[in-house]
């Protein structure tokens, strides 16, 4: 049984496995062609916190691969709010699915529920700890739009502190050889252990406060929302929203090659005249999640990579 919950269980060979599996589910993901290979599955997509893409691009993966989805978008109608327990949601929902999506506000959930299920768990976010399937997509969505997955400059901005994509994609980036750089307002830091990691591996680039900085020399910005949610105060969150502006003159100072992803939702850290530029690859970011997601449903559930 293979749970997905942070990206220091997969190695780059394990990663690339997924990647090309994820290149053979493009046309199905599309709706182009059709594929059964779940049939009969069903997936328990839990989230306890706020989702658009994870959740529904989870949901069309399943569908598309011909299985079912059971679940829930917030605990207000579940027995959650009567004071149900994590460790007993787990055990009652593996019970009824043959992998459980579970999105959590506190970092370690997805962990944790592993102890309790009897199926795969795939941590679609827990609190700013990790976000492994989003890094999955980043990194395809990387390949296919650069052409290469290594010996890229890659620069992280917004909020590194509590963003668990930036936590998931920094570790996963360092296992292919790139140098990363890390932008955030101060306070907002990259967490120590990620810094280590990136020291470690020697492929630590520049720490700063400013894009302007490190955008001359930059493959990949990877821009990021300020996360409002994880701010213990609400007066510690207003003196850095609105920070950062990715508009069309910054990413004129970039290299023309240079692409730019956001996890979203964006709130207004890049500008929407920015959409238009060939550098803008947030979208098809986010329907990637489709085809990568379908791999790693079939790869935990379907224990196959025949489509
Ligand atoms: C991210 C998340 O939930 O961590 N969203 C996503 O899954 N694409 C980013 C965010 O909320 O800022």
Redesign the pocket.
Known sequence: MRHVISVQDFSAEEIIDILDRAETMVEIAKGNDVSEILKGKVLAAIFFEP?T??RLSFETAMNRLGGGVIGFAGTEATSVVKGETLADTIRMVSGYADAVVLRHPREGAAKLATQFSDVPILNA?DGAGQ?PT?TMLDLFTIRTELGRLEGLNISLVGDLRY???VHSLAIALAKFGNTINLVSPEGLEMPGEVISHLEDTGRFGKACHSPEEIIADTDMLYV??I?KERFPDPVEYEKVAGMYRVDPELVSRGPEHMIILH???RVNEITPEVDALPQAKYFQQAFNAVPVRMALLSMVIGGQSNV
């Open positions: 989702s893409r994870t976010g976000h989003q963003g668990r994509t990021t929302r996360q996890p979203l939702p």
